[in-house]
């Protein structure tokens, strides 16, 4: 159950009601689910992540099948049930081959993919469980997504490691209608 109690006009910072009120004509009411349901709390903060998931989702040099995958690859390593929930059944309609899905989900040895699969999981699982990615992984992506794709690539890692950290320290709830299965942990 979420830490939190849900959002409302009077229980956000008074100064940052005029965000709050654009935050619900964008979403019609308070979000109940998702690291929404957190950031709507600190309003302006909100925005901005709203922003920047605009820019990566719309004006990325990288495909929908590699943010995708490097999404997946955030949730998995971070182990974060409503990101990898949200986005299994979306980066395996935008390419991402079901066994390297499954792959992920079950912690096994990756199936054999393509170049660009495998930069994007070498590079965020190395940064994700040694803190580091080495000059190969690095250059390894560098070479496949080239200098925007790289710089985004890191974006993406970074911006849904911290929606899964409000997601996990906030306890939020899965929605009802999920469709994927808990992830083993």
């Known amino acids: 159950m979420a830490r939190l109690p849900p959002a409302s006009r009077d229980n956000v910072p008074e100064h940052q009601r ?4 654009e ?7 308070v979000p109940r689910f998702g690291p929404a349901s957190v950031m709507i709390h600190v309003p302006k903060a909100h925005l901005i ?16 099948k590699i943010q995708e995958l490097a999404i ?16 299994a059944a979306s980066a395996r309609a935008a390419g991402v081959p079901d066994a390297l899905v499954d792959a992920l989900r079950e912690r096994r040895p990756l199936p054999k993919v393509a170049d660009d699969e495998n930069a ?13 990615v080495s000059k190969g992984a690095f250059q390894q992506a560098l070479e496949q997504l080239g200098k925007q794709g790289v710089v985004e690539l890191g974006l993406i890692l970074g911006n849904y490691s911290a929606l899964a950290l409000l997601i996990i320290s906030h306890d939020v709830d899965l929605p ?4 994927e299965a ?4």
């Open 120 to 132: 994007v999981v070498r590079y965020g699982q190395e940064f994700f469980r040694t803190r580091h």
């Open 72 to 87: 997946l690859v955030t949730a998995r390593e971070m182990d974060c049930q409503y990101v990898w929930n949200a986005h």
């Open 176 to 179: 009802p209608d999920r469709k």
């Open 23 to 29: 935050l619900l004509r964008g979403y019609g009411s």
């Open 18 to 21: 005029d965000a709050f009120d």
């Open 49 to 64: 992540m709203n922003a920047l998931n605009q820019y990566l989702r719309n004006d990325s040099a990288l495909s929908k």
């Open 182 to 185: 808990i992830l083993p942990v």
